[in-house]
């Protein structure tokens, strides 16, 4: 079945850096453009970047544009994002999605999200 | 704030319907973008509810359903059960921002 696994979440300081990793499998992963979204504690859904089916087209929410950088490895079936500069407010649940088609369209399916804690 | 506005909050008896409103602009919603419909419950990841404004992807109970005019779309959920107790969302493109939108999210409590 089609499956998305997030990892890379951790607890680190303002300033720092992490890289967050999506593991797909159960479709042709090089076949789709893919998103990250994310989640602050008990609040709504921001879509933080997306990346196209070979990687030459990238895009980013302009809360992380310069900070962060979006990335992927078909022959490894994976989805990475960069996380530079982190701050308090990028405090929240990361979850990798595919989307459908190349166009604005919709998410689906979602990863069940890795946790990323930006605190001193 | 997000760029489409949905309430925060909607109720219903077991049984009944409840709609949950999701407002954009002329640059998101009213641009004729397409309105889609997720569903997160507790502690879970978001789930595609609802499509390109009014389909259903295979598995989702036609007691949801959608529908888009103008800058706005609705979800209507009929015959409430409590397992639809959860959080639902709202997401299109604006093309001033070139990124997909949410709304804030709308809980809804089954009574």
């Known amino acids: 079945q089609v499956q998305l696994v997030e990892s890379g979440g951790d607890l680190v300081k303002p300033g720092g850096s992490l890289r967050l990793s999506c593991a797909a499998s159960?479709?042709?992963?090089?076949?789709?453009?893919m998103s990250w979204i994310r989640q602050a504690p008990g609040k709504g859904l921001e879509w933080v970047s997306y990346?196209?089916?070979?990687?030459?087209?990238?895009y980013y929410a302009d809360s992380v544009k310069g900070r962060f950088t979006i990335s992927r490895d078909n022959a490894k079936n994976s989805l990475y994002l960069q996380m530079n500069s982190l701050r308090a407010e990028d405090t929240a649940v990361y979850y990798c999605?595919?989307?459908?088609?190349?166009?604005?369209?919709?998410?689906?399916?979602w990863g069940q999200g890795t946790l990323v804690t930006v605190s001193s | 704030q997000s760029v489409l506005t949905q309430p925060p909050s909607v109720s219903g008896a077991p049984g009944q319907r409840v709609t949950i409103s999701c407002t954009g602009s002329?640059?998101?919603?009213?641009?004729?973008?397409?309105v889609h419909w997720y569903q997160q419950l507790p502690g879970t990841a978001p789930k595609l509810l609802i499509y390109?404004?009014?389909n259903r992807p295979s598995g989702v109970p036609d007691r949801f359903s959608g529908s888009k005019s103008g800058t706005s779309a609705s979800l209507a959920i009929s015959g409430l059960q409590a397992e639809d107790e959860a959080d639902y969302y709202c997401?299109?493109?604006?093309?001033?921002?070139?990124?997909?939108?949410f709304g804030g999210g709308t809980k809804l409590t089954v009574l």
């Open positions: 999605a595919r989307h459908y088609g190349s166009g604005p369209n919709w998410f689906d399916p």
């Open positions: 159960g479709f042709t992963f090089s076949d789709y453009y």
């Open positions: 990346i196209s089916s070979r990687g030459s087209t990238k």
């Open positions: 002329r640059s998101s919603i009213g641009a004729g973008y397409d």
């Open positions: 390109g404004n009014s």
């Open positions: 997401q299109s493109y604006d093309s001033s921002l070139s990124a997909s939108v």
